[in-house]
């Protein structure tokens, strides 16, 4: 698929503090690009960089091969919600379609046909001030996309939405990126960001941790895990091969093995006396996997602070 978006070797510092060191990715068409990153870790200073509100101090947006990117053609949700209060949904929604020289027509259908989409049929003519802040959230992704963008940037889409607008958000965005849109998004909600992302860029303290597809990544970093359900003391538990970490309650617990552990092999060598009630064997989560990597990085850099 072809390259949309091309970030090449950013950097940016706020006054003597450096924020993004030598962030490069890219976004191609109809892939879901999930950005992903502990609070502070510069993924909303990446996008803004991408989005021409702020300048890298080094380093190239390039959008197909131009470094002009014109805005008609990418659609923006910022982190910070809230458009217009005074205003009408549909009066705003023709305006930013009209902004991006769509045409007002088509702009209208298609608002009217989202609007019913995002169960907000009949509030057309609602000021925006009179909706929740989830309907908002709603009317201002309606914005985002009314114009068919070929890359389509939401900063954390998900946060505080409900769990069916949510769903309703993931399909829309997965329909989108089916139908060609590159779509680049940043969330913590790591269960949704493992359903639909195609790829992911894992950023920690401005720098990148891990980059390529989910199914890459998972085969790297993601560990099997067998769950075991029964009655079973922590001291036998603690005899079995390959194990790294157990968590461990009364009724319950969770091995997780080692990187090179072959399930087969190594359910053979169960000890017949275990308990087990239920057992199962999955692979870590990518929640797990990015708790897991933002622990060890924040442990390596306290010994690196210890050592300084
Ligand atoms: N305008 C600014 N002036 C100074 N520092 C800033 C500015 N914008 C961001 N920062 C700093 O840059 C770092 C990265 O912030 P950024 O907002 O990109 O993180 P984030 O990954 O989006 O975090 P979150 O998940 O909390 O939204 C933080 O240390 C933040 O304090």
Redesign the pocket.
Known sequence: METILSVQGLE?S??D?Q??KSISFEVKQGEIMAIL????????????NIMGI?YPDRGEVIFHQYKDIPRHKIGYLP?ERGLYKNVKVMDMLLYLADLKDYPLKKAKERALAYLEKFDLKGKENVNLEELSKGMNQKVQFISSILHEPELLIL??PFSGLDPVSQDVFKDEIRHLADQGTAILL?S?QMNLVEEICDRLFM?QQ?EKVIYGSLDDVKTEYANFKCTIRGHNDLTVLKQLPQVQRIDHQPDRAVLYLDHDVTPTLWLKNLPVELHIQELSIDRISLHEIFVDIANSNQSNEKVGEQHA
Do not use: M, Q, Y
């Open positions: 940016k706020f006054k503090k924020v993004l990153g502990p609070n502070g870790a510069g993924k909303s200073t990446t996008i803004r702020i982190e900063d954390e940043s913590h950023i401005g």
